[in-house]
């Protein structure tokens, strides 16, 4: 996958992107800049979920072990995926400090990420208290399709329990985008690198654990 | 069908034979409600507030509770013997069986030491009890299958608590909101939508049961 290796000249452009070109949003000044960085880690930690989730599904169901590999590399996303959770929270906390006032709103997006930390950080426990064995492929692979078999669970409750601050530019009732050209291809700009940087790290490690 | 039966019977046995997590369940729901009750003493709080400690007993006599089921057949190394005398679902249904009902004696007394101590006024009894057995039926099927994958994994009963909490997030917040709900003076009572709750306990319930079925041979065969 050669296109993933444009990560080497889409990282630089994104950050010259956000922090040079892109203008601050009316009223929150340069701290809107945060958000270039934030949604695209966002948008990584619940992909590298989504990954981890399906390269577990397919090794499960792998009759003929054709991709024997798959649960290590199930594992290697959900350890890049705890990562970009991590940046995700703390860069989130950081906007909510300067824009609404305090670390942490219980917000529905603030909540649900803390969950998707709550559902890694228990993976990696239930992993970590057995020895390497095809035993504990299964289960951790079990355990993040249970996982992921909930998750619309926690759409729909997470919003009735919590109400919320998020500003909502994407997704929205009239379904129209918010939001200044250039903060709109700063931003999809963005979520491209940071996706192709996902596959790239995850590559990396897939390569040198093998 | 015969399998699940004479699976559920066995268990049933066991249990009836020497009590030990029957007993052992019912004095950690007690004395952890007794405990609380006492803690906070004569205070008024509010139905949601009352709602949350509830749930929480119930939530923390399931975890001490559940798993047992399999990892008992993991220290009395009987799991060989079931592993080739039923099929995984047979296992995986009457254990489920089991727990449910079990839970089910558990949830009963912790609620009704917890409403007299409390001197709680359910203002709807119909929907307290439906949340009540809803909830723990999300639970028992929750905890029926991580039960199985802590059994595996030497059986530390602190890590069914870090592996089903997240889980169990969303059943937690539906109970609490329904005992709430059933505590709290509502004038819509008679309305369908009073029961919304319910109707999500059930579909988590259905979706995690179904879930467990399928996966539930993988842990079952692996050694």
């Known amino acids: 996958m050669k296109i993933i290796k444009t990560v080497y000249v889409l990282i630089p452009l994104n950050i010259f992107l956000a922090l040079k070109w892109a203008p601050p949003v009316r009223g929150l000044g340069d701290l809107s800049r945060i958000l270039f960085f934030h949604v695209p880690w966002a948008w990584v930690s619940l992909l590298a979920f989504l990954i981890a989730a399906l390269y577990s599904l397919i090794y499960l169901f792998d009759k003929k072990n054709k991709f024997y590999s798959l649960e290590k590399k199930s594992y290697n996303s959900a350890f890049l995926g705890i990562i970009f959770t991590i940046l995700t929270i703390v860069s989130g906390s950081c906007w909510a400090k300067l824009s609404w006032g305090s670390f942490w709103n219980w917000d529905p997006r603030e909540t649900s990420i803390v969950v998707l930390l709550l559902i890694y950080i228990a993976y990696f426990s239930l992993l970590s208290s057995m020895p390497d064995s095809e035993k504990k492929h299964k289960i951790g692979a079990i355990y993040l399709i249970l996982a992921i078999i909930i998750a619309p669970f926690f759409m729909f409750v997470i919003p009735r329990i919590y109400p919320s601050l998020h500003p909502d530019p994407i997704i929205n009732s009239k379904k129209e985008i918010f939001l200044d050209n250039k903060i709109k291809i700063t931003l999809a700009i963005s979520i491209v690198s940071f996706t192709f940087l996902y596959f790239y790290l995850l590559e990396l490690i897939n390569k040198k654990k093998n | 069908m015969p399998e699940i039966i004479k699976n559920l019977k066995k268990d049933i046995k066991i249990e009836f ?117 809803g909830g723990g039926l999300a639970l028992a099927s929750t905890i029926t299958i991580l039960g199985a994958m802590v059994a595996k994994a030497n059986g530390q009963s602190s890590l069914l608590a870090v592996i089903s909490f997240p889980l169990l997030l969303p059943v937690l917040w539906m109970a609490v909101s329904s005992t709430t709900k059933s505590l709290t003076p509502n004038p819509f009572s008679s309305n369908p939508v009073f029961y919304n709750e319910i109707y999500f306990l059930l579909a988590f319930s259905g979706i995690m049961i179904a879930g467990s079925f399928i996966f539930f041979k993988f842990i079952w065969s692996s050694q």
């Open chain 2, 17 to 133: 034979r020497n009590r030990s997590a029957l007993n052992l369940a019912l004095a950690f729901a007690l004395i952890s409600t007794l405990t609380i009750s006492l803690i906070i003493g004569g205070v008024p709080l509010e139905p949601k507030k009352e709602a949350i400690i509830l749930w929480l007993i119930i939530f923390f006599s399931a975890i001490s509770s559940l798993a047992y089921t399999f990892i008992r057949e993991e220290e009395k190394k009987t799991i060989l013997f079931l592993r080739l005398n039923f099929s995984a679902e047979s296992v995986y249904f009457s254990k489920l069986i089991f727990n449910i009902f079990f839970f089910f004696i558990i949830q009963i007394i912790v609620a009704i030491f917890y409403v007299f101590f409390r001197q709680l006024e359910i203002q709807s009894l119909n929907l307290f009890i439906l949340g009540l057995l």
